[in-house]
């Protein structure tokens, strides 16, 4: 395997599991906080993982995997800046 078809697998890789991340739990709503813990943030962690591997390994031509960075770090940040409701801690969000 050259080094051209293992940087397009990054870059694919990059971009499944920033879409897997994104979908990880939209499909229901209200939105399920427990769902976006246990696959969003991990999804996130593993994409950042691609994204370290191949910047260390590609140098400059990596930042193309940047392009999953929105896709999976929809949700983590979302998270950050919204919180949870006070239903979630009361296990009562309908």
Not at 77 to 82: A, G, K, P, T, V
């Amino acid at each position: 395997m050259t080094e051209n078809q293992r940087y397009w697998i990054g870059l694919i890789a990059s971009l499944v599991i920033g879409y897997l991340g994104w979908q990880s739990h939209s499909y229901r709503m209200p939105l399920v906080y427990d769902a976006m813990i246990s696959r969003s943030v991990p999804l996130a962690m593993a994409w950042a993982l691609v994204l370290t591997v191949c910047l260390w390994r590609y140098k400059k031509r990596a930042l193309w995997l940047l392009l999953g960075a929105p896709m999976a770090l929809y949700w983590p940040i979302w998270l950050l800046f919204n919180h949870f409701p006070p239903c979630y801690y009361l296990h009562n969000c309908v």
